[in-house]
Nanobody, 121 residues
Framework: QVQLVESGGGLVQAGGSLRLSCTAS????????MGWFRQAPGKEREFVAT????????YYADSVKGRFTISRDNAKNTVYLQMNSLKPEDTAVYHC??????????????WGQGTQVTVSS
């Protein structure tokens, strides 16, 4: 298992940008895929983006495609989420998560505490 710590959230105006970071510690060699998820008040948690830990595969939710970019730095055990052209509907708590064997939402077993992103109109 790994431990995950997110940072980089904050308050930004619509159209602005933020970069979230998620640093993993522990058994990082066992990670298969890293992902970002978000949960807005009163809504269910939703998938945002994933990236394979050892390859180049990335996937994005349609709602963020073209605006968000997920990347990683294995030397730093860190995954990033660059968020551009932010919209008020992007407001949520963003969590990073680690999967050890698959890419479905149910496969993500380790979760960070989350970082708040608020986009004002």
């Amino acid at each position: 298992q790994v431990q995950l710590v997110e940072s980089g959230g904050g308050l930004v105006q619509a159209g602005g940008s933020l970069r979230l970071s998620c640093t993993a510690s522990g058994r990082t060699f066992s990670i298969y895929t890293m992902g970002w998820f978000r949960q807005a008040p009163g809504k269910e948690r939703e998938f945002v983006a994933t990236i394979s830990w050892y390859g180049d595969n990335t996937y994005y939710a349609d709602s963020v495609k073209g605006r968000f970019t997920i990347s990683r730095d294995n030397a730093k055990n860190t995954v990033y989420l660059q968020m551009n052209s932010l919209k008020p509907e992007d407001t949520a708590v963003y969590h990073c998560a680690a999967s050890y064997y698959g890419v479905t939402a149910a496969d993500f077993r380790s979760w960070g505490q989350g970082t708040q992103v608020t986009v004002s109109s």
